[in-house]
């Protein structure tokens, strides 16, 4: 089975603050993502990883960064949170080449205030 | 520009009967789509997927049906029961890491 894992499952943050979110997969996938989920918008991708080290940017990357050192392990940055980075964030990995399901973690809720 | 549509924000449907969630794409190089499912607390979980090179995929009680012309998806399950209430996500992928999800149906099945 693969486990898709994420540091917190909640958060609270002051505006201003640098916040990070780990996200850690047990299952050797390549690929790596960074979304974030807002009531009627849906799923939107914030970035994306092929691989260690390598990042592309997705529809909404605008107040964040990300870093990949080890397959394993791809964190998404805040450098300086704001309000309306409030939002449910969620991380998924997948197989380089497989078209198919993407694995998600259980996501974090971060609240900025 | 959402891409991929789900234009009812929520379904509710009695135990035992039919439930119909629908999807609707603008991007005609997508050809392959998918439905997830999200429980409060939990993140999305993989339900079915199709190609665009066929137009019904079977799973149990999941059916998904593409009508590559509308471009135009459902899911329908059958029959419904109550531990399939949840939220819905249809995604979209034109074949490489560039996938679209719409922003969801949430269904509740009442016993």
């Known amino acids: 089975d693969v486990k898709v894992t994420q540091s917190s499952r909640y958060l609270v943050k002051r505006t201003g603050e640098k916040v990070f979110l780990e996200c850690v997969q047990d299952?050797?996938?390549?690929?790596m993502f960074w979304y974030r989920q807002d009531p009627g918008l849906g799923l939107r991708l914030i970035y994306f990883?092929?691989?260690?080290?390598?990042?592309e940017k997705g529809d909404i990357p605008e107040g964040y960064s990300v870093s990949r050192e080890k397959k394993e392990r791809f964190s998404l940055i805040l450098e300086s949170a704001s309000t309306n980075q409030t939002s449910m964030y969620l991380c998924?990995?997948?197989?380089?080449?497989?078209?198919?399901?993407?694995?998600f973690g259980p996501g974090t809720r971060l609240t900025v205030l | 520009d959402q891409q991929v549509k789900q234009n009812s924000p929520s379904l509710s449907v009695q135990e035992g009967r039919i439930s119909i969630l629908n999807c609707d794409y603008t991007?005609?190089?997508?050809?392959?789509f998918l439905w997830y499912k999200k429980y409060p607390a939990e993140g999305p979980t993989f339900l079915i997927s199709i190609s665009s090179i066929k137009d019904k995929n079977e799973d149990g009680r999941f059916t998904v049906f593409l009508n590559k012309s509308a471009k135009h998806l459902s899911l329908h399950i059958v029959p419904s029961q109550p531990g399939d209430s949840a939220v819905y996500f249809c995604a979209a992928s034109a074949g490489n890491n560039d996938m679209r999800f719409g922003a969801g149906t949430r269904l509740t099945v009442k016993p």
């Open positions: 990883s092929y691989d260690v080290k390598m990042k």
């Open positions: 991007n005609s190089m997508f050809d392959y």
């Open positions: 299952m050797d996938h390549e690929n």
């Open positions: 998924a990995s997948r197989l380089a080449g497989a078209l198919d399901t993407q694995y």
